[in-house]
């Protein structure tokens, strides 16, 4: 089975993909580094693969669709993130109804249509459901219609609820091209996992995932084995910083900035590795942005770290330096979760596959 994925980022849904056993023919990414991250660690995986650095909108899905499935072969499942920061939940009033970011989820579908692929599959965040969006998500719904598939209304799933030692929500729109059935097959994906309140009603769930083997030493020769330098103020404020969860609160240490409005209380806290991690976002390895500070020494989370709570392998590396590899783990969907949601959905790749396949041979049968 046949897969591309668009606005690849680092590789996060493409090695999901890869892991659920599809093919990899075609990757989308603009951002040059995260380019080469992808290159580096997927042109072992799946030499035949092309990978295109260029901005997607100047890139014709057609001449690609000839290009790389030829007349023989189909592609089953197109994945794919638009950036998001148009949607940012962080954003105010009206910021980001014109971001040109969200423009790119109508590019997403110019490749639907040239690809026809039998399921398509789009993440992005929470942010783009707030009634602001709303023309910008009906006229993607519309594109749906037009080009003939059925569109799934938008789910949120949190990670933490599938397994994954991350609190993450993250919106998930599920398209089949028309006439696809998804029969017996539920959507979205029932949740495993759940709280110690929910799990109260609900006893066949499993508690949340804690994220301790995150960290675990790595590799002497890990070049992600990275995390950012800070001055004696933030040394000194972490020494003081209860271990396993501690907030900043108890470090003794005041900001400006919080002398008239006390807000963003996680930033400088310790993540507790006995409950899911917070949200990895681009700015991950920075501990001013979130509770991002180790369990127990006194810095910011290294690059492997944030990656392993991403659930990617330690032999995948990013490249780029501290910053831009802090932004590609927090721009990926976490490995393991896309992994469990490609798995569900590929009994329906698999019965298309075997249609088409028994129609063209009752087909060359007949013209026997």
């Known amino acids: ?45 799946e030499p035949k693969l092309v990978l295109r650095d260029e901005d997607i909108r100047t890139l014709s899905p057609d001449l690609l669709m000839r290009e790389i499935f030829g007349e023989k072969l189909s592609c089953d499942l197109l994945l794919g993130g638009p950036p998001c920061q148009g949607f940012s939940t962080h954003r105010l009033n009206d910021a980001g109804v014109s971001d040109e970011r969200n423009d790119l989820i109508h590019i997403y579908f110019d490749f639907v249509r040239a690809f026809s692929p039998t399921v398509f599959l789009m993440e992005n965040v ?74 109260r009603t609900k006893p066949h769930l499993e508690p949340w995932a804690g994220c301790q083997s995150a960290f675990l030493p790595a590799a002497a020769d890990d070049p992600n084995d990275i995390h950012m330098k800070h001055g004696e103020a933030l040394l000194k404020a972490f020494a003081n910083t209860p271990p396993n969860g501690g907030s900043r609160h108890a470090s003794g240490r005041t900001l400006n900035c919080h002398s008239d409005h006390d807000g963003h209380n996680d930033v400088y806290g310790r993540i507790d590795p006995t409950k899911p991690a917070p949200t990895m976002t681009t700015a991950c390895i920075n501990p001013s942005k979130g509770r991002f500070v180790h369990p127990t020494l006194h810095h910011g989370i290294t690059v492997r770290q944030a990656a392993r709570i991403q659930t990617f392998p330690d032999d995948f590396v990013f490249d780029g330096g501290l910053i831009a590899a802090g932004e590609q783990v927090g721009n990926a969907v976490p490995v393991a979760f896309a992994q469990k949601l490609i798995e569900h959905i590929k009994p329906l790749l698999s019965e298309q596959k075997d249609g088409v396949k028994s129609r063209r041979d009752v087909r060359q049968r007949e013209l026997a």
Not at 173 to 187: E, H, K, M
């Open 126 to 199: 929470p942010g783009m459901l707030w009634p602001r969006h709303k023309a910008a998500l009906d006229r993607f719904y519309s594109k749906g219609a037009e080009s003939g598939y059925d569109v799934f209304e938008p789910v949120v799933l949190d990670a933490r609820d599938y397994g994954i030692a991350q609190r993450r929500k993250r919106v998930f729109i599920l398209g089949l091209r028309r006439g696809v059935q998804l029969g017996n097959l539920a959507w979205p994906l029932k949740q495993t996992h759940g709280s110690d309140v929910l799990r």
């Open 1 to 45: 089975m046949n897969c591309i994925d668009l606005f690849a980022g680092a590789g996060g849904f493409s090695l999901a993909a890869r892991n659920a056993g599809l093919t990899i023919k075609l990757a989308v990414e603009h951002n040059k580094k995260a380019a080469s991250t992808y290159r580096k660690n997927f042109s072992f995986l």
